[in-house]
T-cell receptor
């Protein structure tokens, strides 16, 4: 069964304290892996798409990487405005559907 | 460029009633997907529409249905509402079918009492 697991469920960081969020997946053929950011009361905001192992994408303080079994979202020197829930999703080639993890709730304190 | 819009933003219904939610995609986007988000289950895929046809469907009962119009706007309908249908319903649009670089609307918060 296709599955996406994100860890940790919640993460509290001091401003400037770098860390990584994990997304592990089991799918029957990966078509793509997606990272989204969701602020309270809003819809998810698209961040990155990764298609193959070894691929990396960067945007400001965020960097996403992909291996054959997991993806990491690295946050370098985070700021309070980075506080949000980060969602990972995979698109399985067998079903073409998007399967989301339950997210990591990140809080960055000044 | 205007984002995805959803109406209404909030809705309170009673068990057994039906509800229709509306979504207007970003201009030029032809694919519309619907998701249900709850604290326990997270984001779950409902269905995807492209060129007025349902192209993909999640594991939801037949009470959940949708349609897409020629201008790419979409509606979803839930009949015979149950308490468990209380959730945030999100619409997302993308340029083409199966392209999951999706742009989400703010959602409709449905509460069933």
């Amino acid at each position: 069964e296709d599955q996406v697991t994100q860890s940790p469920e919640a993460l509290r960081l001091q401003e400037g304290e770098s860390s990584s969020l994990n997304c592990s997946y089991t799918v029957s053929g990966l078509r793509g892996l997606f990272w989204y950011r969701q602020d309270p009361g809003k819809g998810p905001e698209f961040l990155f798409t990764l298609y193959s192992a070894g691929e990396e994408k960067e945007k400001e303080r965020l960097k996403a990487t992909l291996t054959k079994k997991e993806s990491f979202l690295h946050i370098t020197a985070p700021k309070p405005e980075d506080s949000a829930t980060y969602l990972c999703a995979v698109q399985a080639s067998s079903t073409d559907k998007l399967i989301f993890g339950t997210g990591t709730r990140l809080q960055v304190f000044p | 460029k205007a984002g995805v819009t959803q109406t209404p933003r909030y809705l309170i219904k009673t068990r057994g009633q039906q509800v229709t939610l509306s979504c207007s995609p970003i201009s030029g986007h032809r694919s519309v997907s619907w998701y249900q988000q709850t604290p326990g289950q997270g984001l779950q895929f409902l269905f995807e529409y492209f060129s007025e046809t349902q192209r993909n469907k999640g594991n939801f009962p037949g009470r959940f249905s949708g349609r897409q119009f020629s201008n790419s706007r979409s509606e979803m309908n839930v009949s015979t509402l149950e308490l468990g249908d209380s959730a945030l319903y999100l619409c997302a649009s993308s340029r083409t079918l199966g392209n999951y670089e999706q742009y989400f609307g703010p959602g409709t918060r449905l509460t069933v009492t």
